[in-house]
């Protein structure tokens, strides 16, 4: 059995209302054009039921920063 990757993302209120926004009309689009909704309802889904934490951001220079 393999296992499935997960990928991990922060987003603050604005990009998250961006990503809810972009699902939506990504949405529509699909209803148009008369095709499956499925895999943006999922995402809906998970975005909008995605928890939320808080955490301590630490910026880091990039090695060919630091020459």
Request: hydrophobic share 35%; aromatic share 6%; no cysteine.
């Amino acid at each position: 059995m393999v296992k499935e990757k997960l990928y991990h993302i922060a987003l603050d209120d604005y990009e998250h209302g961006i990503v809810i926004r972009s699902l939506n009309d990504e949405k529509t689009d699909l209803m148009q054009q008369g095709k499956s909704t499925d895999a943006v309802d999922d995402l809906f889904i998970k975005v909008g039921n995605a928890p939320q934490k808080k955490f301590k951001v630490v910026e880091r220079k990039r090695s060919n920063e630091e020459r």
